[in-house]
T-cell receptor, first 113, second 113 residues
Framework: DARVTQTPRHKVTEMGQEVTMRCQPILGHNTVFWYRQTMMQGLELLAYFRNRAPLDDSGMPKDRFSAEMPDATLATLKIQPSEPRDSAVYFC???????????FGPGTRLTVT | GENVEQHPSTLSVQEGDSAVIKCTYSDSASNYFPWYKQELGKRPQLIIDIRSNVGEKKDQRIAVTLNKTAKHFSLHITETQPEDSAVYFCAASGGGGADGLTFGKGTHLIIQP
């Protein structure tokens, strides 16, 4: 049963530090999404890639967030510098090219103190 | 952009009864409407979805209906069981060719024994 994997699962860091979250999509899935979940805002789309090319990052604060896909098996989301308001669960999801269904990873719970 | 409204925010039903959760969307170009179930501390899991060319879809105790004219869709769970207790999210995508999901705020479904 193939699944999206994410590392780390939990991260506690101090304000101002750099945070990097990683995602391994399901093999063969060519579209990768990053979402953020908070109690106040719910689930929000941050960015997504198709065939490693960024298609939409309008949901991402541009000054501190960056997302990349160095290769087809790895997507990264970086925050620099981190702020307390970035505390959230960050989910990666992937989708095969011929389908609409998105499959979520277990998430990275980020706490910025 | 797309806006998805979801009601109610909390729903308590007796075990064995039916539960209905409703969502409305704003972008008439949206063409894909999934429902996700999320248990505490876990990833959102796709439970059923519907495309805009279909009015209804059923999978055992779960069904989804879509009214494109009114721009609303609903999740129906029959013969509810304790394991149905979770937060349920509706979502929409596809407007303007966008693949990212816009989520509702979620419904906390409580099954009373």
């Amino acid at each position: 049963d193939a699944r999206v994997t994410q590392t780390p699962r939990h991260k506690v860091t101090e304000m101002g530090q750099e945070v990097t979250m990683r995602c391994q999509p399901i093999l063969g899935h060519n579209t990768v999404f990053w979402y953020r979940q908070t109690m106040m805002q719910g689930l929000e789309l941050l960015a997504y890639f198709r065939n490693r090319a960024p298609l939409d990052d309008s949901g991402m604060p541009k000054d501190r967030f960056s997302a990349e896909m160095p290769d087809a098996t790895l997507a990264t989301l970086k925050i620099q510098p981190s702020e307390p308001r970035d505390s959230a669960v960050y989910f990666c999801a992937s989708r095969p090219g011929a389908s609409y269904e998105q499959y979520f990873g277990p998430g990275t719970r980020l706490t910025v103190t | 952009g797309e806006n998805v409204e979801q009601h109610p925010s909390t729903l308590s039903v007796q075990e064995g009864d039916s539960a209905v959760i409703k969502c409305t969307y704003s972008d008439s170009a949206s063409n894909y409407f999934p429902w996700y179930k999320q248990e505490l501390g876990k990833r959102p899991q796709l439970i059923i979805d519907i495309r805009s060319n279909v009015g209804e879809k059923k999978d055992q105790r779960i069904a989804v209906t879509l009214n494109k004219t009114a721009k609303h869709f609903s999740l129906h769970i029959t013969e509810t069981q304790p394991e149905d207790s979770a937060v349920y999210f509706c979502a929409a995508s596809g407007g303007g060719g966008a693949d990212g999901l816009t989520f509702g705020k979620g419904t906390h479904l409580i099954i009373q024994p």
